[in-house]
């Protein structure tokens, strides 16, 4: 059974920074494109970076300049850190990723930024 578990979530202020997490486990073959997505209270799930596994990038236009997705094939892990912050991008974020030609989403972990 394949898991991806985030970590890194937490309460920020304006304008810090936090790194997130995603480890995928369990028997795994292979991993193609991951990503990460993010839902608001009373908003959709969007898309807010991916990354393939030849580390093409790929960001909305809010993160651009802010966010760097990247990853360790080695740990089967995808990092986002995130810069400068702000109130609106408070939500839980996921990642998700296409492993063993399936996909799979994490569990999700709170960001949480005060102004």
């Known amino acids: 059974q394949v898991q991806l578990v985030e970590s890194g979530g937490g309460l920020v202020q304006a304008g810090g920074s936090l790194r997130l997490s995603c480890a995928a486990s369990g028997s795994i073959f292979s991993i193609n494109a991951m990503g990460w997505y993010r839902q608001a209270p009373g908003k959709q799930r969007e898309l807010v970076a991916s990354i393939t596994s030849g580390g093409s990038t790929n960001y909305v236009d809010s993160a651009k300049g802010r966010f760097t997705i990247s990853r360790d094939n080695a740990k089967n892990t995808v990092y986002l850190q995130m810069n400068s912050l702000k109130p609106e991008d408070t939500a839980v974020y996921y990642c998700?990723?296409?492993?063993?030609?399936?996909?799979?989403w994490g569990q999700g972990t709170q960001v949480s930024v005060s102004s």
């Open positions: 998700n990723g296409q492993i063993n030609w399936l996909l799979y």
